[in-house]
């Protein structure tokens, strides 16, 4: 098995889902959000990701289109394009 190196104050219940064989996470990053709507900001991604956490519709589940209607949702985007 490999081994991965994660802070001291990691949570150990979330570290052992996350190596098991038995648990699937999808893992989403600002980065992410960015390259799916490029002219928002670090904290509008950061937005986009919370909103996503607490509102996506599991039947769908997260993917670039439905990043990028959360984004519009949120934010005016054209005024983002400036």
């Known amino acids: 098995m490999k081994t991965i190196q994660v802070p001291d104050?990691?949570?150990?219940?979330?570290?052992?889902?996350m190596v098991s064989k038995d648990w699937?996470?999808?893992?989403?990053?600002i980065d992410d959000v960015k390259g799916s709507v490029p002219n928002l900001t670090d904290q509008q991604a950061?937005?986009?990701?919370e909103s996503l956490g607490?509102?996506?519709d599991a039947n769908l589940g997260i993917n670039w289109e439905v990043i990028q209607s959360t984004a519009d949702q949120l934010f005016d985007l054209e005024e983002c394009e400036e």
Request: a negative charge; proline letters at 0%.
């Open 54 to 56: 607490r509102y996506h």
């Open 46 to 49: 950061r937005d986009v990701l």
């Open 9 to 17: 104050d990691f949570d150990e219940y979330l570290l052992e889902k």
């Open 24 to 29: 699937l996470s999808e893992w989403w990053h």
